[in-house]
C-alpha cells in the first residue's frame, strides 16, 4: 500500500512543483507585499508592515469605481449569458438539419480575437465624423435620439461593455450546455410522455436537474471570468479606463502596476487581495447553495 501511496505522489508531483511554482509561491508574495508600505521595487526595501495599503486601495476613488463596474458586470453578464445560452441549446438540440452548422455558427466568437470583435462593437456602437453608427441608425429609424455609446453616459458604455461580454463568453456556454443536454437519457423524456408530462414540467423535473452540474460549473467559471474582465474594457473604451469611468478590478490592478499611475506594487497586491477575497467570497457561497440544488 505504501509503494503505491508513494507511486501515485510520484506521478504528482511535476504538477505539486508546477502549481506551488506558479500559483502558491506568488499568491504568497503578493500577500507579503500587500502589507509592505512604501515598498520600492528597485531597492527590495520597504519602511515597514501595516494596513496602510489596504486604506489606500479602499479609499481611491478610482478603486471604487472599478468595483461598482466589476460588480455590475457581474450581475448582469452572468444570469443573462448563461439563461440565453440554455435558451439557445435547447433550441439546438430540437433540430435535426443543420445542427451542427448552427453550433458552428454559435461558437465562432469564442475562437476570435477579443480585440477584434472590440472593434466591431466600436463600429456598431461608436459616433463618428461620418456616421453616427449601425445601432444609432436603427434608433433614427424607430424616431428616436442618436446616442454616444463609446464616449457618451456612463449607462450607455455599460450596456455596451455588457453586451460585448455576453457575446464572448456565451458560445463556451453553448457548447457545454448542448453536449450536456445531448447526454441526458431519452429513457426519462419517454417515461414523461407517457404519464403525459407538459414540455414545461418535463424540461424543470427532468432537463434541468440532469444538466444542474453542468449550469452550476458555467456560474462559478463565469462569476470569476467576470471578475478578471480587463481586455473587454480596453477593447471598447482604450488603456485610459479611469478617464471614462470603465476601469474594472484587474485594470485597477495593472494601472498600479504599469500604467500612468504605476509604480506601486504594494497597493496593487493589496487590490488584488481584495479580488482574491471577493471571488473566494462568492464562490464558497455558489458551493453552498450547489448542495440543494445541484444533482450529480
Request: contains cysteine; proline residues 4%.
Amino acid at each position: 500500500m505504501d509503494y503505491k501511496n508513494n507511486k501515485a505522489w510520484l506521478y504528482l508531483l511535476p504538477a505539486i512543483i508546477f502549481l506551488g511554482c506558479f500559483m502558491v509561491y506568488p499568491l504568497i508574495d503578493v500577500f507579503v507585499y500587500s502589507f509592505e508600505e512604501g515598498y520600492n521595487s528597485a531597492s527590495q526595501t520597504s519602511f515597514g508592515l501595516g494596513g496602510y495599503n489596504y486604506s489606500y486601495v479602499l479609499h481611491d476613488p478610482y478603486f471604487m469605481q472599478a468595483v461598482k463596474n466589476t460588480f455590475l458586470l457581474v450581475v448582469i453578464t452572468v444570469p443573462l449569458s448563461t439563461g440565453l445560452a440554455l435558451l439557445i441549446s435547447v433550441g439546438l438540440s430540437s433540430i435535426d438539419k443543420l445542427k451542427n452548422l448552427f453550433q458552428t455558427i454559435y461558437f465562432l466568437p469564442y475562437v476570435t480575437n477579443t480585440l477584434a470583435v472590440g472593434l466591431v462593437f466600436m463600429i456598431l456602437f461608436k459616433k463618428t465624423p461620418y456616421s453616427d453608427g449601425l445601432m444609432n441608425a436603427l434608433i433614427k429609424f424607430f424616431g428616436g435620439t442618436a446616442v454616444d455609446f463609446i464616449d457618451g453616459p456612463y449607462w450607455a458604455k455599460m450596456l455596451v461593455l455588457c453586451l460585448y461580454t455576453i457575446w464572448i463568453v456565451m458560445p463556451f456556454k453553448i457548447l457545454l450546455l448542448t453536449s450536456a443536454l445531448a447526454s441526458v437519457r431519452e429513457d426519462y423524456y419517454n417515461a414523461a410522455k407517457v404519464d403525459g408530462t407538459s414540455r414545461w414540467r418535463t424540461f424543470y423535473k427532468i432537463t434541468l436537474p440532469m444538466i444542474s452540474p453542468t449550469i452550476f460549473y458555467l456560474v462559478i467559471t463565469g462569476f470569476i471570468g467576470a471578475f478578471k474582465v480587463y481586455s473587454d474594457a480596453v477593447a471598447l473604451f482604450g488603456t485610459n479606463l479611469n478617464a471614462s469611468e470603465m476601469n474594472t478590478i484587474v485594470g485597477y490592478i495593472y494601472d498600479m502596476l504599469y500604467g500612468d499611475s504605476g509604480g506601486y506594487p504594494s497597493y496593487a497586491s493589496a487590490a488584488a487581495i481584495i479580488l482574491f477575497v471577493i471571488v473566494l467570497t462568492i464562490t464558497c457561497i455558489n458551493m453552498l447553495v450547489s448542495e440543494k440544488h445541484v444533482h450529480y
